[in-house]
C-alpha cells in the first residue's frame, strides 16, 4: 500500500496511435492521444476528468484497464504495477477496477437479458450459475431495477436511464473498489441524469466506492468531484480541488472552458465564445504548449518548450502555465491575471 | 490487496442464500424465439409445406405410384387426372406424380447442400477475417472480392462446365458461388460485433477471450449469418433448376425438376399443365424456404 490513501497512481502515460496510409498502408503519422500523464486517486474520492472531445479521457480510461496497450508509462492499483501483471493477476484488478460506459445501447449484448449480462462478470470469476444469478439479483436491486420485474428483459425494452442503471450494476456486481465512469450520463436527458448521478452518489456512499469520472459537462464534474483533473490535447493542464478549480480556474483554457459553461443567471450569458476555433489536429500539435494557438495570453516562450505541470500556492494546485511558473519573464501578461486573488 | 475470485463467489453465494425460494427459470433465448413462431402464421405455413416437399420427397419410393424411369409410348402426354395417372404422364409416358417425388430428392439434395457447405465454409472464413484483422482479412476479403465480379448464375455455368454435368458437380460448383456472398456477410458482422461496447465491458470484466467469443460473439454473429445463409437456399434451388434445365446438371433418365422442365418444353402447346408441374414445384419450394427464412429473421431478432 501507498502513502496516504492512495489507490490508484497513473505515472506518465502515453499513448500514440499510428496513422497508416498510403500503398503499402505504412504508418504515415501517429496522433499523441495520451502523452505523459500522471495522476493519483485517493481512496473514497470522486476525481474528475474534464476536457474536449478528443483530448484523450477516454484513452486514459481504456489504458488504465489495460483495454489498451500504452506505449510508455505506469499504473499501479494499491502498489502493484498494472501494466506489468501476468494474466491470473490482471483479471483480478479488473475485478477490482470497473469501468462504467458512455452508450447505453451498444455497451449491452441486445441477445442477452439483462440478469445474464450482469451475471456474466461473475460466472467469469467462478461462481456457480444459480449463485451468479442470485447476486445479479442483489445488485440489480441495489440499482433501482426490480429483478424480478426486469431480470428477464432485453436491453431494447429498457430505457436509457435504465439500460444506464444495468451498466452501473455491471460494474458493481464484481464488489469493485473503483469505479471509472466514462461519461456515464452525458447521452440521457436531464432529469434522468440527476437520477443516475444522485444515485452513483448513493452507491458511493453505501458501498466506499472510489470514483474516476470523466466528462464534458462541467455541472457534472462539479456536482460530484472532490479533485478535477483538466485535459487538453493528451495532457493534463490543471489540477486542483474541485471548488477551487471552478471558483478560480487559473490555465487560459480552463478559464475558457468555465466561461463557456451556459450560466444559471441569464444575465450572465455571454454574447461571444470566449474558446474560437477547434482544437488544433492531434497528430500534428503546436510546440511547445499545446494550447498556445488559442491562447489570449500567449507569449514567446509559449512556442519554445512546453510547461510542466507545476504546484501553484499552497493548497494542492497544479497547473502547466508559464504564467505562473518563475521562468516568467518580467513585464509578460502575467500583471493582468492578478495571480494573489486567484489562490 | 488484490483479492482472489473466492471473494466473489462468497459473495454470490450469500446472496443465493438470502433469496426466498428458487430463482425461477427465465426463458430462454431459443424458448423466446420458438414462442415467437408459433404465432407467426405465414411462417408456419412455409413451414409446412416446405415440410410436406421435404417429406414427400424423403419418402418418395413408398409414395410413387409408379416407377419413376419406366415410360409407355402409348401413354404419352396423358392429361391431368388421367386414371392410375393423376399428374399426367411426360413426352415419354412415364409417370409425372412420380417423377415428381423423386426429382424432389435431386432438386433438394442440389439446393440445399451448396447452402450448408457454403455457410459452414464462408462463415468460418468471413468470422477468421473479422475477428483476427489485418493483412489476413485483407487476404480473404480481396479474394471473395474477385469471385464477385462473376453474376452467380455465370460463375456457377461456367464451374460446371469446367467440371462436367453430374450432380456432384452441380453441389461443387453452387457451393464455390455462394462462399463469397456468406464470407463477406460473416465479415462485417463480425467487424461490426468486434466494435461494441459490450465486449469491451465483458473484456474488463475480466473474461477470457474463449468466454466472451461464446456467450456475446456467437450468437450475435451466427443469426444474422444463417438467416442471410437461408435466404440463399431458395436461390440455390432456382439455379441447381436451371443447371439442370442447361443440360449441366443431373443428367437423364434421372428424374430432377430443371430437367423435366426442359424436356417437357416441347409439350407446352400440347399439355400445358402437366409441362408446369415442374415449375410449379420449384416455385412452392423457392417461396416457402424465402418465406420461413424471412420468418425466421423476425423471430431471432430480440430487437424487433
Known amino acids: ?343 | 490487496m488484490l483479492h482472489d475470485r473466492s471473494d466473489v463467489t462468497a459473495l454470490a453465494q450469500t446472496a443465493d442464500e438470502r433469496l426466498e425460494g428458487p430463482v425461477g427459470k427465465p426463458l430462454s433465448y431459443w424458448q423466446l424465439v420458438w414462442w415467437r413462431l408459433q404465432r407467426d402464421k405465414v411462417t408456419l405455413a412455409a413451414a409446412a409445406v416446405l415440410l410436406g416437399i421435404v417429406l414427400s420427397a424423403v419418402l418418395a419410393p413408398y409414395l410413387a405410384p409408379h416407377a419413376p424411369f419406366q415410360g409407355s409410348i402409348r401413354k404419352r402426354l396423358a392429361q391431368l387426372g388421367t386414371p392410375s395417372h393423376v399428374l399426367g404422364t411426360d413426352e415419354q409416358g412415364r409417370d409425372m406424380l412420380s417423377r415428381l417425388l423423386y426429382g424432389g430428392r435431386m432438386s433438394l439434395v442440389a439446393g440445399v447442400t451448396p447452402v450448408l457447405i457454403a455457410f459452414l465454409a464462408g462463415s468460418t472464413l468471413g468470422i477468421i477475417a473479422g475477428f483476427v484483422g489485418g493483412p489476413l482479412n485483407l487476404l480473404i476479403m480481396r479474394v471473395v472480392d474477385i469471385f464477385f465480379a462473376f453474376p452467380s448464375i455465370l460463375l456457377a455455368i461456367a464451374i460446371s462446365g469446367a467440371l462436367g454435368a453430374g450432380l456432384k458437380n452441380t453441389i461443387i460448383a453452387l457451393s464455390i458461388v455462394f462462399i463469397p456472398p456468406i464470407a463477406r456477410v460473416a465479415e462485417s458482422v463480425t467487424t461490426q460485433v468486434r466494435g461494441w461496447e459490450f465486449m469491451e465491458a465483458a473484456r474488463a470484466s475480466g473474461a477470457g477471450t474463449l468466454a466472451i467469443i461464446r456467450h456475446h460473439m456467437i450468437a450475435n454473429v451466427l443469426a444474422p449469418i444463417s438467416v442471410y445463409a437461408s435466404t440463399l437456399i431458395s436461390v440455390s434451388v432456382i439455379i441447381a433448376s436451371g443447371l439442370s434445365f442447361l443440360g449441366l446438371g443431373v443428367s437423364p433418365p434421372n428424374a430432377e425438376w430443371g430437367l423435366m422442365l426442359n424436356t417437357l418444353r416441347g409439350s407446352i402447346y400440347v399439355n400445358p399443365l402437366v409441362a408446369a408441374l415442374p415449375g410449379v414445384m420449384i416455385f412452392m419450394t423457392s417461396m416457402s424456404f424465402n418465406l420461413l427464412s424471412d420468418g425466421l429473421r423476425d423471430a431471432m431478432d430480440v430487437r424487433l
Request: charged share 20%.
Open chain 1, 1 to 343: 500500500m501507498e502513502h496516504n490513501g492512495v489507490i490508484l497512481t497513473v505515472q506518465d502515460l502515453r499513448k500514440y496511435f499510428p496513422v497508416r496510409g498510403g500503398l503499402l498502408h505504412t504508418v504515415q503519422a501517429q496522433v499523441k492521444a495520451v502523452d505523459g500523464v500522471s495522476f493519483e486517486v485517493r481512496r473514497g474520492e470522486v476525481l474528475g476528468i474534464v476536457g474536449e472531445s478528443g483530448c484523450g479521457k477516454s484513452t486514459t480510461a481504456r489504458l488504465i484497464l489495460r483495454l489498451l496497450g500504452p506505449d510508455a508509462g505506469a499504473v499501479r492499483f494499491d502498489g502493484r504495477d498494472v501494466l506489468q501483471a501476468a494474466p491470473v493477476e490482471l483479471k483480478a484488478f479488473r475485478r477490482q477496477v470497473q469501468m462504467v460506459f458512455q452508450d447505453p445501447y451498444s455497451s449491452l449484448n441486445p441477445r442477452m437479458n439483462i440478469e445474464d449480462a450482469v451475471a456474466f462478470n461473475v460466472l467469469v470469476h467462478g461462481a456457480s450459475r444459480r449463485a451468479a444469478r442470485a447476486r445479479a439479483w442483489d445488485v440489480l436491486n441495489k440499482v433501482g431495477l426490480r429483478a424480478e420485474q426486469f431480470g428477464r428483459r432485453y436491453p431494447h425494452e429498457l430505457s436509457g436511464g435504465q439500460r444506464q442503471r444495468v451498466n452501473i450494476a455491471r460494474a458493481l456486481v464484481l464488489d469493485p473498489k473503483v469505479i471509472i465512469l466514462d461519461e456515464p450520463v452525458s447521452s440521457l436527458d436531464k432529469s434522468v441524469q440527476a437520477q443516475v448521478l444522485n444515485l452513483l452518489q448513493n452507491l458511493k456512499h453505501d458501498l466506499g466506492l472510489t470514483y474516476l469520472f470523466i466528462s464534458h459537462d462541467l455541472h457534472v464534474i462539479e456536482y460530484l468531484s472532490d479533485r478535477v483533473l483538466v485535459m487538453y490535447l493528451g495532457q493534463i493542464v490543471e489540477m486542483g480541488s474541485a471548488e477551487a478549480v471552478s471558483a478560480t480556474p487559473l490555465h487560459p483554457y480552463t478559464q475558457a472552458l468555465f466561461a463557456s459553461a451556459p450560466s444559471m443567471n441569464p444575465d450572465e450569458r455571454l454574447e461571444r465564445p470566449p474558446l474560437m476555433g477547434d482544437p488544433p489536429n492531434p497528430i500534428n500539435p503546436p510546440s511547445g504548449c499545446r494550447f498556445r494557438t488559442r491562447c489570449p495570453h500567449a507569449m514567446e516562450q509559449c512556442a519554445a518548450t512546453s510547461p510542466a505541470l507545476l504546484q501553484v500556492g499552497s493548497h494542492e494546485r497544479y497547473v502547466a502555465c508559464y504564467l505562473y511558473s518563475d521562468q516568467t519573464a518580467p513585464g509578460s501578461a502575467m500583471h493582468d491575471l492578478q495571480t494573489d486573488e486567484l489562490i
